[in-house]
């Protein structure tokens, strides 16, 4: 999963970067307020973190021309103006959710979860599609309750197609969860990745659909499934 953390404090940012990257997101940063609102508008992202106290285009002021564009994309406000009226305010405008600085990592990773979790429609951590199991805050998979050992690109592929199981996930798309928008990886590097998913979960697991890209079929006894 690809998050845009906004930040001006450089300290905090790469604390926040950290933390989230080794929890298996792909991070994109910003740290003023055109920037920010900039990648948010042109970039594809499953989460959004934001400061309200920045240069440029204060955070609230962002948000509100995201919300005004149309953006969807969940958003995180993490800021140091903790009082219920901002709160309030910040929820208001368009926020998904509210932590109030200092904060502890642990929390920021378990309400980013679930913010992902639930724009995608799941109550828990743990999905089931047909004999897989994902369980997103262990970042484990097993199969008929056998753990497989999967990468961690392997298992960012497999939990970005989990989580957009109903439609066919662009090359192009997945590539730029798994890698972010500045890493230049061919095509066959995503392809070598969903041929190894396919030999440890299942040839029939995932489906090519031609022209559209990659979907999870849910049952290894899938059928018109193009390898």
Not at 7 to 29: K, Q
Not at 72 to 99: C, F, H, K, M, N
Not at 168 to 187: F, I, K, Q, T
Not at 197 to 215: E, M, P, W
């Amino acid at each position: 999963m690809r998050i845009l953390v906004v930040e001006d404090d450089a300290r905090i940012l790469a604390d926040i970067a950290a933390a989230l990257s080794g929890a298996g997101f792909i991070v994109d940063t910003a740290s003023n307020g055109e920037d920010a609102w900039f990648l948010g508008d042109t970039e594809d992202f499953a989460l959004i973190l934001l400061d309200l106290g920045l240069p440029g285009m204060d955070g609230l002021s962002v948000l509100k021309k995201w919300r005004a564009g149309g953006l969807e994309t969940p958003v995180l406000i993490l800021s140091a103006r903790g009082t219920w009226q901002e709160r309030v305010e910040g929820i208001d405008a368009g926020a998904d959710d509210y932590l109030p600085k200092p904060f502890r990592m642990e929390e920021v990773i378990a309400r980013a979860r679930a913010l992902v979790r639930r724009a995608a429609g799941r109550a828990t951590s743990v999905q089931e599609i047909g004999a897989v199991s994902i369980d997103t805050v262990r970042m484990s998979v097993t199969l008929r309750g056998a753990p497989i050992n999967l990468t961690g690109l392997e298992y960012r592929a497999l939990a970005y197609l989990a989580t957009h199981k109903d439609r066919a996930v662009s090359p192009v798309e997945l590539r730029e969860h798994l890698y972010g928008v500045d890493n230049d990886r061919e095509a066959n590097a995503l392809e070598a990745i969903i041929a190894r998913l396919r030999r440890k979960l299942g040839a029939q697991f995932i489906v090519t659909r031609r022209g559209f890209g990659y979907s999870l079929a849910g049952d290894d006894d899938a059928s018109g499934v193009t390898k």
